[in-house]
């Protein structure tokens, strides 16, 4: 279902009181070339400071859909260049996976399925899965439209350390859990 919608940035100008005095911009909510498509989930892109009425027409916005694997939800926004698509989507009420914030865990991992993501301060994954197709989504942002798939954290975090830490899957021991519970 295709929708069509002023822009935040042209509605919220209209709105202020000092603006409303003044003749109607190029750029008002009846311009057909302000207006943005949307489908029933797709919303606007948000600003830094998460307001709507800071989208500056000039940063190229991209959409992006997530499926959930977890949920078993589809998710398709929009994103502008400049934000992070975490962000994004919780600005628009829109609840994926996430620990940090910062991009030194792998709670947000996702697998790009099609389009491109720039993570300049993704740490939580090493070049190799980056090149593998990994991304972060608290710290990304979208370079093209993008379709991306939620990963399991623990999945990636093996991907990520378990051959340097880890000899394999852990086999229980209930000799050493008697023991332990023993000593309580």
Same mark, same amino acid.
């Given at each position: 279902? =295709? ?14 009181? $000092?603006?409303?005095? *003044? ?8 311009? *057909? ?7 029933? /989930?797709?919303? &606007? ?15 190229? &916005?991209?959409?992006?859909?997530? #499926? ?6 589809? #998710? ?5 260049? =400049?934000?992070? $698509?975490? #962000? ?6 829109? &609840? *994926?996976? %996430?620990?940090?914030? #910062? @991009? ?10 099609? @389009?491109? $993501?720039?993570?300049? !301060?993704?740490?939580? $994954? ?14 990304? %942002?979208?370079?093209?439209?993008? !379709?991306?798939?939620?990963?399991? /954290?623990? /999945? ?11 000899? @394999? ?8 859990? /008697?023991?332990?519970? @023993?000593?309580?």
């Amino acid at each position: 279902m =295709d929708l069509r919608a002023p822009c935040n940035f042209c509605t919220s100008i209209r709105r202020s009181s $000092i603006l409303s005095r *003044l003749p109607p911009s190029p750029y008002s909510s009846s311009s *057909l070339s302000c207006r943005r498509k949307m489908t029933a /989930e797709l919303q &606007t892109a948000v600003g830094v400071n998460g307001r709507t009425d800071s989208y500056s027409p000039s940063i190229p &916005t991209h959409k992006v859909t997530v #499926h959930d694997r977890q949920r078993g939800e589809v #998710h398709e926004f929009f994103v502008s260049e =400049d934000q992070y $698509i975490l #962000h994004t989507a919780e600005s628009q009420n829109i &609840t *994926l996976p %996430f620990a940090c914030r #910062h @991009g030194c865990c792998t709670s947000c991992a996702v697998r790009i399925k099609s @389009g491109q $993501i720039r993570q300049p !301060e993704a740490l939580g $994954i090493s070049a190799e899965l980056k090149s593998q197709g990994y991304a972060l989504l608290c710290v990304g %942002f979208p370079s093209s439209d993008l !379709e991306v798939e939620t990963q399991d /954290e623990d /999945e990636v975090y093996w991907l990520q350390f378990g051959r340097y830490f880890a000899r @394999g899957p852990v086999e229980r021991d209930d000799y050493a859990l /008697e023991l332990a519970m @023993g000593d309580e």
